[in-house]
């Protein structure tokens, strides 16, 4: 599967984004799916998970209440809505993918597909 991130861009403190990744190939409902993000000089870290059918989510603490990961199956677009956007969430998003079930209850580890990252700055 190609995965492909695209909304990013500048936005102020308290402002909010929408990240959309659109997937190619064998998609659907087969996947797992999930956000990273990586910030100069800091390793990539887990942001959001979602599970095949979209019900079961996971999110960083950093981020829960602040963002909320969706997915459409049928459009094969994953989704992630940022709001009242920190200075510290400044970062590259990556989208990911993975055929492994997931229940929704821990951080995504280990993915096996991942798209280019979109880059997500806030200024203040």
């Known amino acids: 599967v190609q995965l492909q991130a695209s909304g990013g861009g500048l936005v102020q403190t308290g402002g909010s984004l929408r990240l959309s990744c659109a997937a190619s190939?064998?998609?659907?409902?087969?996947?797992?799916m999930g956000w990273f993000r990586q910030a100069p000089g800091k390793e990539r870290e887990f942001v959001a998970g979602?599970?095949?059918?979209?019900?079961?989510?996971y999110y960083a603490d950093s981020v829960q209440g602040r963002f909320s990961i969706s997915k459409d199956n049928a459009k094969n677009t994953l989704y992630l809505q940022m709001n009242s956007l920190k200075l510290e969430d400044t970062a590259v998003y990556y989208c990911?993918?993975?055929?492994?079930?997931?229940?929704?209850?821990?951080?995504?580890?280990?993915?096996?597909?991942w798209g280019r990252g979109t880059q997500v700055t806030v200024s203040s």
């Open positions: 990911t993918a993975d055929r492994a079930p997931y229940s929704g209850t821990y951080p995504l580890r280990s993915m096996n597909y």
């Open positions: 979602i599970n095949r059918s979209g019900v079961r989510k």
């Open positions: 190939g064998r998609t659907g409902s087969n996947y797992t």
